[in-house]
């Protein structure tokens, strides 16, 4: 997983409340074993309204997106992070997350941010008069800052600490490998090793 500190760039506005994960990626896609590719298969229903906002060149490139409260909400779906991070989408910026869409996020490497209603409100306000207006997800200093926003945003230290260094759940244990060694050599030698 790559290391995040800050994404800045266009905002997606996307200003739907309580989008479930089959809506962010629909089950017809799971049928793939590979970890990308999914970015096709974002919002797909939704994608095949011409009006839809990510169907709007104006919105081409965007790297945050900006939604409604209770976003990732419904069953556990890695791949509707796989689908976010594919599109090219670095951030997501809510009011909320579901709790697993939060937790699949941060092992994937997905900068997730609840930010207040109000912040993203203006935010959402200020790309839709401007879809150049950049938006700056800053990891490093927990902030979010965009046309009459500068709102700092809460994450757990280490939830910041895996996304800064790019640790996954593998990467994280084998920053114990010498620790791990020393235990498989200290074991009495009939039971199994792993070494």
């Known amino acids: ?3 995040v500190k800050t994404v800045s ?17 629909s089950s017809d896609a799971l049928k793939r074993i590979e970890r990308t590719g999914f970015g096709q298969f974002l919002f797909s229903a939704w994608r095949e309204d011409p009006e839809f906002v990510m169907n709007k ?9 900006l939604a409604g ?20 989408f670095g ?26 209603e109000s912040s ?14 950049p938006i700056t997800v800053d990891l490093e ?3 979010v800052t965009g046309p009459g926003v500068e709102e700092p945003f809460d994450i757990d230290d280490f939830t910041r600490h895996r996304l800064l260094n790019g640790l996954d759940d593998i990467a994280i244990t084998l920053t114990h490998e010498d ?5 498989e050599r200290s074991r009495p030698g009939y039971l199994p090793s792993v070494l």
């Open 141 to 143: 200093n927990r902030t």
């Open 69 to 88: 409260e209770n976003f990732g909400c419904g069953s556990s779906r890695e791949h509707a992070v796989w689908a976010i991070q594919d599109a090219g």
């Open 179 to 183: 620790d791990l060694e020393t235990f």
């Open 91 to 116: 951030a997501v910026v809510a009011p909320s997350f579901a709790d697993i869409f939060k937790n699949n996020s941060s092992k994937n490497g997905l900068l997730i941010v609840e930010s207040p």
């Open 9 to 25: 760039g266009k905002a997606l506005p996307l200003d739907y409340s309580d989008v479930d994960t089959d809506q962010i990626v």
């Open 57 to 65: 060149p104006e919105h081409e490139g965007a790297v945050v997106l």
């Open 1 to 3: 997983m790559d290391p």
């Open 120 to 133: 993203v409100k203006k935010l959402l306000e200020a790309v839709r008069e401007d879809p150049d207006t």
